[in-house]
């Protein structure tokens, strides 16, 4: 449970169900880490299909989608599906993350060594 008491829900189908203090889902996420461009498509496909499932029972849910993969395609159709609310790119997080960890590690250590 979070702060604001958003529970955190692991599942298959959706990947992540995010529910509010009255048991509401306030959120679905989807996490494809499919690194083929020939399966990103499915991956997509597989996560509009769960989004629509939540969207039918609370039609304000959040939809995010995490994809290890986004071809040209499906950035296409993410950014015109109405399903989904936001989408990240999970190896530019991930790229992003090791970047900033490096230059922390940098630091410390210049800071010791000088």
Request: aromatic letters at 8%; glycine letters at 6%.
């Amino acid at each position: 449970m979070l702060a604001n008491h958003t529970s955190v829900l692991f599942s298959q189908e959706p990947d992540i169900l995010l529910l509010n203090n009255q048991g509401k889902t306030v959120g679905v996420i989807e996490v494809k880490g499919v690194t083929d461009p020939a399966g990103a498509l499915e991956g997509y496909g597989t996560a509009k299909k769960s989004f629509e499932e939540a969207l039918c029972i609370n039609p304000e849910v959040q939809t995010i989608l995490i994809a290890n993969c986004i071809t040209p395609e499906d950035k296409n159709r993410i950014e015109n599906a109405p399903t989904i609310s936001t989408y990240f790119n999970l190896t530019e997080i991930l790229r992003e993350t090791l970047k900033i960890y490096d230059q922390s590690l940098k630091r410390v250590f210049s800071t010791l060594y000088g």
